[in-house]
């Protein structure tokens, strides 16, 4: 009796271990997948973002509390992704923030904002204003 119960949870600690294989491929992946994403800490305005990303050329203009925002896609950055990672700018080219995936991610509140949706635009498209000490 005791044999035959040792054998079923032998049996079930292995299906388990199978079933943790797959689990533990996607959080391997996703690593990798996020390293590619992040930005490195050079990357601090939207010219060194596109010197860094150039084939990123999507990009949403977003207006939130009087103040403008970019928001430039890049590549999807986990296996189960809803949406493509995202590089937040504001009106300056200053990167902001960015998000692993659009489509889950609420940290950049104003990115998922849709009131605060004014449409789609290249990055090339995008004038940031110069800094306000620049403009006296």
């Given at each position: 009796?005791?044999?035959?119960?040792?054998?079923?949870?032998q049996v079930l600690l292995m299906l388990l271990g199978l079933l943790a294989l797959?689990?533990?491929?996607?959080?391997?992946?996703?690593?990798?997948?996020?390293?590619?994403?992040?930005?490195?800490?050079?990357?601090?305005?939207?010219?060194?973002?596109?010197?860094?990303?150039?084939?990123h050329d999507q990009a949403m203009k977003l207006e939130s509390g009087g103040f403008i925002y970019y928001l430039v896609f890049g590549e999807r950055s986990r296996v189960l992704?809803?949406?493509k990672s995202g590089y937040l700018f504001d009106e300056r080219g200053n990167l902001i923030?960015?998000?692993l995936d659009t489509g889950d991610d609420s940290y950049l509140r104003v990115a998922i904002d849709q009131s605060a949706r004014k449409g789609s635009l290249s990055?090339?498209?995008i004038v940031v204003s110069?800094?306000?000490?620049?403009?006296?």
């Open positions: 009796m005791l044999k035959t119960l040792w054998k079923i949870v797959p689990i533990l491929w996607m959080k391997y992946q996703d690593a990798g997948l996020r390293r590619s994403a992040e930005p490195p800490w050079e990357v601090r305005t939207l010219t060194d973002f596109r010197k860094w990303r150039p084939q992704a809803s949406g923030g960015w998000v990055t090339g498209q110069p800094p306000a000490e620049a403009k006296k």
